[in-house]
């Protein structure tokens, strides 16, 4: 049974459309996050919620919005992909806001043609 | 600023050998210290962490080593396989975690055979 599962795991669109990536945990977890890899292997967290509430917006352009149906799903949608939004994008879930202790999903890859 | 700063960036070891991947912090807020182990295709996964109340924590073949005054730790990979070949991320966030985890930027580490 897969904890953190993405959907879909390769997406390749051309500028200018939306998209949406989706999110589940199986895990009871409370708190969940997104996270973008930069093509160095960078991570750096855009957002996390906790009991479907805003935790962490980091400085992340509009277009890209969260949206936390159940504390076991954070989805995100982008709109009006640009080139720079290439990436690979993970989902996260853990028990609380501050144990450090994440569970990631395998990743979106996202190419924006 | 909130920051964590690897080294080396890459790193190729010898199967048997000890490789060591070094990181250091600003912020005395941080108060857990995560490694993450990263295979290509997948999610990061946490390997092993430390709180700055010990100096050394051991599982395993894995062994961080933590220096409070220095704001230093370590991860040391004894008997290193083939198979320890990976991106090693480490991590560190503050009491509450209101920020999140933040990221060292990887060690790309190969064991050769």
């Known amino acids: 049974d897969t904890a953190v599962s993405q959907t879909p795991k390769y997406l390749v669109t051309q500028m200018g459309n939306d998209k949406s990536i989706k999110c589940e945990q199986n895990?009871?977890?409370?708190?969940m996050y997104w996270y973008k890899q930069d093509s160095k292997k960078f991570l750096k967290i855009m957002f996390s919620?906790?009991?479907?509430?805003?935790?962490i917006n980091e400085t992340v352009p509009n277009r890209f919005s969260p949206k936390s149906p159940d504390k076991a799903h954070l989805n995100l949608h982008i709109n009006s992909l640009e080139l720079g939004d290439s990436a690979v994008y993970f989902c996260a879930s853990s028990l609380g806001t501050g144990t450090g202790e994440l569970f990631f999903g395998e990743g979106s890859r996202l190419t924006v043609l | 600023q909130q920051q964590v700063k690897q080294s080396p960036q890459s790193l190729i070891v010898q199967k048997g050998g000890i490789p060591i991947i070094n990181c250091a912090y600003e912020n005395t807020a941080f108060d857990y210290f995560p490694w993450y182990q990263q295979f290509p295709g997948k999610g990061p996964a946490l390997l092993i962490a430390?709180?700055?109340?010990?100096s050394e924590k051991k599982e395993g073949r894995f062994t961080i080593s933590f220096n409070k005054s220095a704001k230093q730790f370590s991860l040391h990979i004894m008997d290193s396989q083939p198979g320890d070949s990976a991106t090693y991320f480490c991590?560190?966030?503050?009491?509450?975690?209101?920020?999140?985890?933040?990221f060292g930027k990887g060690t790309h580490l190969i064991i050769q055979p």
């Open positions: 895990l009871g977890h409370d708190t």
């Open positions: 991590a560190a966030i503050a009491g509450g975690g209101a920020d999140g985890l933040t």
């Open positions: 919620y906790n009991n479907k509430e805003l935790i």
């Open positions: 430390i709180r700055p109340d010990v």
